[in-house]
């Protein structure tokens, strides 16, 4: 059994540059969780409306089931938001990891809006720390300061995953 990973937290942490670094670093297929948004879910964003958990079953489901879909591992983007979203998860692939990208809100905000074209809009950023349930408490959750350079945060994870790579044989 492979590495299964999920670079988490709310919009602007890194999610997708992190994820992806590590998934490269980690010779593992990296899964952008933002592509598997329902078309409607993605407009509602646009119009600034936040999700709800009924807008996100679908998409965690999708998600859950590409986690699935991959034994031999894989690192996935998600917010993962709520701790019932990382149990939908983990119930896919037990063992999963977490790496949680913490940030300040006004971090999160600044990032968003100083990014190009993205569906998320700055708008919804206290949206994301309204339904934030940091995983603090959880087994296999990394955390992290959102906030250090990227480098960083990649050799911090793999460093942190080296064991089990060891273990997997990679």
């Known amino acids: 059994m492979g590495i299964h990973l999920v670079v988490m937290g709310v919009a602007g942490c890194g999610k997708s540059a992190v994820g992806s670094r590590v998934a490269a670093s980690l010779a593992l297929p990296f899964i952008e ?12 964003m646009q119009a600034g409306q936040p999700l709800t958990d009924a807008d996100r079953a679908g998409w965690l489901a999708r998600l859950a089931d590409e986690l699935a879909a991959r034994p031999t591992g894989a690192v996935l983007s998600c917010s993962a938001l709520k701790r019932a979203y990382r149990e939908r998860l983990r119930a896919a692939r ?10 300040t809100p006004a971090t999160a905000l600044a990032r968003v809006q100083s990014r190009g074209a993205h569906f998320f809009p700055a708008g919804l950023i206290a949206s994301q720390f309204d339904t934030l349930e940091p995983p603090d408490s959880e087994p296999g959750v990394l955390t992290l300061d959102g906030s250090a350079p990227l480098d960083a945060l990649v050799e911090r994870i793999a460093a942190a995953l080296a064991p089990q790579a060891a273990a997997a044989g990679g």
Request: no cysteine; glycine share 10%.
């Open 94 to 103: 037990p063992g999963l990891r977490f790496a949680y990208l913490a940030l």
């Open 33 to 44: 969780g933002d592509a598997f948004h329902a078309p409607a879910s993605v407009a509602k």
